[in-house]
């Protein structure tokens, strides 16, 4: 039985309330205020990724559209960056209220487009949620710096101010965190914002926007446009957007990253990764494996922070068996469905991408030791499903392990010493997380010390910052030099305007012209 269905009290103007009828429910925009219909002859389908049903249709916005949200959000801002930071924080305060009561209807809108299991779309909520909090404190994250008398009667003293409109282009992975990665933070700072969702999961960025506009936000602040190339390129094209932020795949962010930054903007673009978690033969091997099998195949390796390549180091090898048995204990089903541990993958496209890394693992020498390859998932025999697949014997010059495949694909690669997975590791291009197994807290410390990796866990398989630190991938999957969230990303979304002033007793007055630089 599929118990999806949007609960009918939450009014659902951007989206239909019932995505099985027979007419296909459009998603609207989210222009001044208003949740409007799309005059566009572009649509994108929609599929719910369990049965490859058409559940709705995005809309790829016209010019006419994103300019109108381009005015509407360039009409707002001065208000809203004028509006005492008081009154933004109240309605942050508001909105994280909001979103807690709706959590549980944003994460089925989340599973149905996405395909990920009800309980992990509630941790995707949730996870945003907290970003929401912490930009509650905006009151001391925003404040500048002051230095009384450097010279005589003269004080220094700086602000840190909105840029003006922002922009963000979102993944499909993360439906609800990522938006709320972006839109808060930089209108908390006193920014409005234009918002691009995934086209494959506009729903809950909807429901997001609707919630905002509940909590009191002036219309204007948010507007949301959907598409792809032609809404990206606008957004990297537009003087009037100061800033853009990104999350999605290396092809699309080096692509705006570069874009963006030649038009001038601020541009912050987490990517692509390929995260190791490396095992010593020390580790506690419950926990461990416990870990590595819920971090590797979990929302079916569709995250950015999925430990999707295991470094076993000495005897730990030995525990590849026990490895594969956890694994193939998971159970493959409908998000929605009770128990399901890992859902489907976005796409037939990702699937076909997923099966053939896998093939090349075979042509290329690896050893498939379970194979997801062939699941069936009874009553969704449509669905985009990969069963977890673990393949060893993998080295670093083969497809499966220098590409990213963003399936329930775990690759073993195996070394005798630490020193040897450290290499591995640094070697590798991306450097946006990794992970430690270990009881000896000299060889932790060691790790984490040499590792070349933005967000590095000891016995923590996926180290996601709290948004009191920043989200810092590096290398290869991050473009910029300020981070998501916390206070990177409070500087990112500001600029500092920094005053120096003067207040003489009118006996000090200047009795003639100052021509030298002031010293
Ligand atoms: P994607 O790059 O295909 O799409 C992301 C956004 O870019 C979408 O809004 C899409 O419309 C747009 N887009 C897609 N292709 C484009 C192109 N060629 N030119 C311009 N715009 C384009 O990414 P995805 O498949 O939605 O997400 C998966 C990827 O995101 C993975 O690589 C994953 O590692 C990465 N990711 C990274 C993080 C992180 O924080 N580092 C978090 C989540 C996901």
């Known amino acids: 039985a599929r118990i ?48 490859n049903e058409v559940i709705g249709r995005v809309p790829q916005a016209t010019k006419a559209e994103m300019d109108a949200a381009i005015v509407s959000c360039k009409r707002a801002f001065p208000a809203w960056a004028d509006t005492s930071i008081l009154s933004r924080q109240q309605v942050l305060l508001r909105y994280q209220q909001l979103i ?77 965190m990522i938006p709320l990665w972006m839109f808060p933070m930089a209108m908390v700072c006193g920014n409005t914002f234009l918002m691009k969702p995934s086209e494959r999961v506009p729903g809950a960025t909807m429901l997001l926007a609707k ?40 092809q699309a962010g080096e692509y705006i990253f570069e874009r963006g930054s030649r038009h001038g903007k601020r541009v912050q673009a987490n990517m ?40 076993l180091v000495g005897e730990a090898k ?92 775990l690759v073993v690669l195996e070394t005798e010493t630490l020193d040897e997975a450290i290499q591995i590791v640094n070697n590798n291009p991306y450097g946006n997380g990794t992970a430690i197994f270990t009881t000896n807290g000299a060889t932790a410390r060691k790790y984490a010390h040499l590792v070349d990796v933005g967000q590095v866990g000891v016995n923590v398989p996926i180290p996601v910052p709290l948004p009191m630190f920043s989200f810092t991938g590096s290398r290869s999957s991050f473009r910029g030099d300020t981070n998501f969230y916390g206070k990177q990303g409070i500087q990112f979304y500001t600029q500092l305007k920094t005053i120096t002033s003067q207040w003489k007793e009118e006996d000090a007055t200047l009795s003639s012209p100052a021509v030298v630089m002031p010293t």
């Open 272 to 311: 692509g990764a390929k995260n190791h978690g490396v095992v010593m033969p020390d580790a506690n091997k419950e926990n461990t494996l416990n870990q590595l099998v819920g971090a590797a195949f979990g929302a079916a390796g569709q995250r950015c922070m999925a430990l999707s390549t295991a470094v």
């Open 211 to 250: 919630l905002l506009q509940d909590s009191g936000a002036p219309d204007g602040t948010l507007n949301i446009i959907h598409g792809q190339h032609e809404a990206v390129n606008f957004i990297c094209d537009h003087p009037d957007i100061k800033a853009i932020s990104f999350v999605g795949s290396n």
């Open 318 to 409: 030995k525990w590849l068996p026990e490895l594969v048995e956890r694994a193939k204990n998971l159970r493959v089903n409908a998000g929605d469905q009770p128990g399901a541990d890992l859902g489907p993958l976005i796409t037939p496209q990702a699937k076909e991408r997923v099966c053939n890394l896998i093939d090349s693992g075979t042509k290329e020498g690896a050893s498939i030791l379970l194979d997801g390859r062939k699941i069936k998932v009874k009553g969704y025999e449509n669905g985009n499903f990969v069963g977890p697949t673990i393949i060893s014997n993998v080295k670093p010059n083969m497809t499966c392990y220098k590409e990213e495949i963003f399936g329930p694909v």
């Open 4 to 51: 999806l269905q949007v609960s009918s009290k939450v009014k659902s103007p951007w989206y239909s309330a019932s995505p099985f009828s027979s007419s296909v429910p459009t998603v609207k925009l989210f222009i001044d205020g208003k949740f409007v219909e799309s005059k566009s002859d572009k649509w994108i389908d929609i599929h719910n990724p369990a049965t």
């Open 100 to 176: 807690k009561e709706n959590l549980k209807e944003i994460a089925k809108l989340i599973t149905l487009e996405q395909g990920k299991t009800l309980a992990d779309a509630e941790g995707d909520v949730f996870r945003g949620l907290q970003v929401v909090e912490h930009a509650c404190s905006v009151t001391s994250l925003m404040m500048g710096e002051t230095m009384p008398s450097i010279t005589k009667d003269m004080d220094l003293y700086s602000y840190r101010l909105p840029l003006g409109v922002c922009a963000g282009i979102a993944p499909f992975n993360f439906p609800a």
